[in-house]
């Protein structure tokens, strides 16, 4: 399973760095995703990392504001999340696959999610 943490009350332009840590066993072999959900909303792609740290992928709307990584010596993954906007007020959450995949279903061991609430 997964925890994520750092969420919180920002303003609009503000920065927030998520953390997930994990308990899983295979994690530094997993692909690693970060994905938000707003009520009444289907949980949304934000990023992704393989395994190896270096291959990337971002949903368009995040894009050169949001980056992610790992450190899979303390099997951690973070979203650093700069020039937030209130449409990224959700819950995030992050989760592992086996595959470099985009969608929710691809993906296990999913945290409680942290809050980002970006107030304008």
């Known amino acids: 399973r997964l925890e994520e943490s750092g969420g919180g009350l920002v303003l609009s332009g503000d920065s927030l760095r998520l953390s997930c840590a994990a308990s899983?066993?295979?994690?530094?072999?997993?692909?690693v995703g970060w994905f938000r959900q707003v009520p009444g909303k289907e949980r949304e792609f934000v990023a992704r990392?393989?395994?190896?740290?270096?291959?990337?992928d971002y949903a368009d709307s995040v894009k050169g504001r949001f980056t992610i990584s790992r450190d899979n010596v303390k099997n951690t993954v973070h979203l650093q999340m700069d020039n937030l906007k209130p449409e990224d007020t959700a819950v995030y959450y992050c989760?592992?696959?086996?595959?470099?995949?985009?969608?929710?279903?691809?993906?296990?061991?999913w945290g409680q999610g942290t809050r980002v609430t970006v107030s304008s």
């Open positions: 989760a592992t696959a086996r595959f470099f995949a985009r969608s929710p279903r691809w993906f296990a061991n």
């Open positions: 899983v066993p295979t994690f530094s072999t997993s692909v």
């Open positions: 990392i393989h395994p190896n740290g270096t291959t990337l």
